[in-house]
């Protein structure tokens, strides 16, 4: 235990909880993850008295929380953390309940670990009353899977409807009873197996909640034990305050001086910031700012008396939390120049990995809340839209002593469906491991000087972006990385292969026209791509236009095709440019194009070119979507009536039918009324 400092997040819970509704340009699962982080749950807060002599401190009762007060007849025990005050308390006088507690703290700390470890418990033989039948009473256990920061670090169990109570209570062979019977399922032979029952239903075994759905025998629960004066209903959190201490060198210092005198005293704004001292040994375990010889030793601000610096630094999450608010305007005297911050934030677009959907994000969110409260921004979220990225990833490798090695020095073999490595110096057997995201740890990365070296920097940004959705992880291959190597290539031959000239167009010549159309609408494929973050659909469409260029050979070709082949290319050595910008520039220098391509405006569709010629029509009949048709844009209402009605499926649905009615909205759907 230390004594540490924390900022009060917990004050804006509820302001963070809410938030997340305006955030409608941020990922469902980003959103979702924040608020189960935070955890709002309304429920009941009552006291457990005690049958017999209550232990000390304890006169009232024992405290628990709960966000299903509906199934209070459903208890089979009430359990304790170990580090509730009452389990230290018992501990005091008995050494099995030491022990307990001590294996307890040996095991993994986070939600995650404790929920998946065997669930341990210790009776401490105490027994409570329940709250709403005092001739019940129920044993009181130390659990192991009970956290002492969610509510009150205690709780009552009821096995039938929760999946770690029911673990426990088979473990130590606990009563198990059902009180939420599910539709369809008969009271009498109802029973909990293997797993909980927490679905809906009607409440049984329980008395006067007998017969209501779960959410009126909550209200009912809490309104009987608010009547009894034993409780009330209360809203908790998962969200715990943030701890910003860390006892470690690198970061920035807490500026806060402590004075024997005076106190806890801050920094004043003229000695900021706190310089770190360049002179620290890391010979020793421990934080170095503690051994400095004279760093820490200064005067009180306030007293001119002896003090020491605060030798914990801050979480780095601190900076990452407020940066963009300073990017707004980097000279400003003061921290935030509140006038640029308020004309450039929020942040339109912020672009991380989903790693960062939880800790960064929530802290940036909450910051810029206290920043609005402290009047230095305007906006309460800094960050309008958010994309989350993929890993790249790659396949692991060791060797037979378990080390890692890096994919440099491993040489794959294919023999038919199975694959082998070895060493490639020593030729030695690799063991071939999962595909992992990419980390010097595991030796799993592929240098980038490497690949640029071997395929240049165009290709390895175009793979990257078109192996998959950005959002997705992407696995690096040779093999993924030499196709777009090839696709660079070939883009290139068909600018090098247009020859200089003026070529006039020429509606009448169709090879030409189809080209042009299709590099107009290619316009509107690789814009959308790009504004929705679907490089990878964006890529796709290049590689097809590219077979459409290719189709049309510059060698032989006439004047009419040659006009539209300068035209397609003039707009894809932009449309090129965001992929491959080094080979764009290249490609814009051969045709001739004015300046560098970066700065050339983004190609604009001509409407015309870029229209579809043909439209797929639904049909309905009588309100139900029953086939659909090809018709040419535009076509007149007789002649879609005439091809729907002929339609093999419209007829098979139409038989034994008078057609009554049929209604075509052009270039949109048709509608059929028949009986």
């Known amino acids: 235990k230390l004594t540490q400092w924390f900022l009060r997040i917990t004050d804006y819970a509820d302001a963070l909880i809410d938030g997340l509704k305006t955030l409608d340009r941020w990922p469902d699962k980003v959103r979702l993850m924040q608020e189960n982080w ?304 308020d004309y450039w934030l929020p942040v339109d677009q912020y672009i991380g990995g989903v790693e960062h959907a939880i800790l960064h994000l929530l802290y940036a969110r909450f910051i810029t809340r206290a920043l609005k409260d402290e009047g230095l921004v305007s906006v309460e979220e800094p960050f309008a839209g958010l994309f989350t990225q993929g890993m790249v990833t790659h396949e692991a490798y060791k060797n037979e002593a378990g080390e890692w090695v890096e994919p440099s020095d491993v040489v794959i073999k294919v023999e038919g469906n199975s694959r082998s490595a070895t060493h490639a110096k020593t030729g030695a057997p690799i063991i071939i491991g999962d595909v992992e995201k990419m980390s010097k740890s595991k030796k799993n990365v592929v ?33 993924g990385v030499e196709g777009s190597w090839r696709f660079t290539h070939r883009l290139w031959n068909e600018f090098d292969s247009q020859p200089a000239g003026d070529f006039a167009h020429d509606a009448s010549d169709e090879a030409a026209l189809a080209l042009r159309k299709a590099a107009h609408k290619l316009i509107g494929f690789v814009t959308d791509s790009i504004e929705g973050f679907r490089f990878n659909s964006g890529v796709a469409r290049l590689y097809e236009f590219l077979n459409a260029l290719k189709a049309a050979p510059a060698e032989g070709a006439s004047n009419a095709v040659l006009a539209a082949r300068a035209e397609a290319l003039n707009i894809l050595a932009r449309l090129v440019a965001p992929f491959t910008p080094h080979l764009a520039e290249e490609a814009w220098a051969k045709i001739g194009g004015e300046g560098m391509v970066v700065n050339a405006p983004w190609p604009k569709a001509d409407p015309a070119l870029a229209a579809d010629d043909e439209r797929v029509l639904p049909i309905q009949i009588n309100g139900k979507r029953r086939g659909e048709v090809k018709v040419k844009a535009g076509a007149a209402e007789d002649e879609v009536q005439k091809i729907a009605l002929a339609d093999p499926n419209v007829l098979a649905h139409l038989e ?12 949109r759907i048709v509608n059929i009324v028949a009986n």
Request: net charge negative.
């Open 656 to 667: 034994g039918l008078t057609v009554r009615k049929v209604i075509v909205v052009k270039d």
């Open 447 to 479: 240098a980038p000087e490497d690949i640029f070296e071997a395929y240049g920097v165009d290709s390895a940004r175009l793979f990257v972006m078109s192996d998959s959705p950005p959002e997705r992880d992407v696995q690096w291959t040779n093999a």
């Open 38 to 341: 935070i955890g709002r749950s309304k429920g009941l807060r009552f006291k457990f008295q005690f049958d017999g002599e209550a232990p000390d401190g304890l006169a009232e009762g024992l405290e628990v929380y709960t966000t299903r007060p509906d199934t209070l007849f459903g208890a089979s025990f009430v359990g304790i953390a170990p580090e509730h005050p009452l389990a230290e308390q018992l501990a005091v006088e008995n050494p099995q309940i030491q022990q307990f507690i001590a294996d307890c703290r040996k095991g993994g700390t986070s939600e995650a670990e404790i929920e998946s470890a065997e669930k341990l418990g210790y009776d401490t033989g105490l027994r409570v009353k329940h709250p709403l039948d005092p001739s019940i009473t129920l044993p009181v256990w130390i659990a192991n899977f009970i956290l002492m920061d969610y509510g009150t670090g205690a709780i009552f169990a009821c096995p039938a409807h929760d999946q770690r109570d029911l673990d426990f209570a088979r473990k130590y062979d606990l009563p198990v009873l059902p009180v939420v019977l599910p539709n369809g399922e008969d009271p009498a032979t109802f029973q909990v197996g293997k797993e909980a029952y927490v679905g809906p239903g009607k409440i049984f075994n329980s008395k006067f909640l007998d017969g209501m759905d779960v959410e009126t025998a909550k209200a009912e629960a809490v309104a009987r034990i608010e009547a009894a004066g034993q409780g009330q209903g209360a809203t908790v959190y998962r969200l715990r305050d943030w701890g910003v201490s860390r006892q470690r060198y690198w970061g920035c210092p807490i500026p806060v001086i402590h004075c024997e005198t005076c106190g806890v005293v801050p920094v004043p704004e003229d000695q900021l910031p706190v310089a770190l001292p360049d002179d620290v040994t890391f010979d020793k375990p421990g934080n170095p700012l503690l051994r400095h010889p004279t760093w820490r030793h200064t005067t009180c601000p306030t007293c001119g008396g002896k003090a020491e610096r605060e030798t914990d630094t801050l979480d780095t999450f601190i900076d990452s939390s407020w940066y963009f608010a300073r990017f707004a305007d980097t000279e400003a005297a003061e921290p935030v120049g509140k006038a640029a911050a």
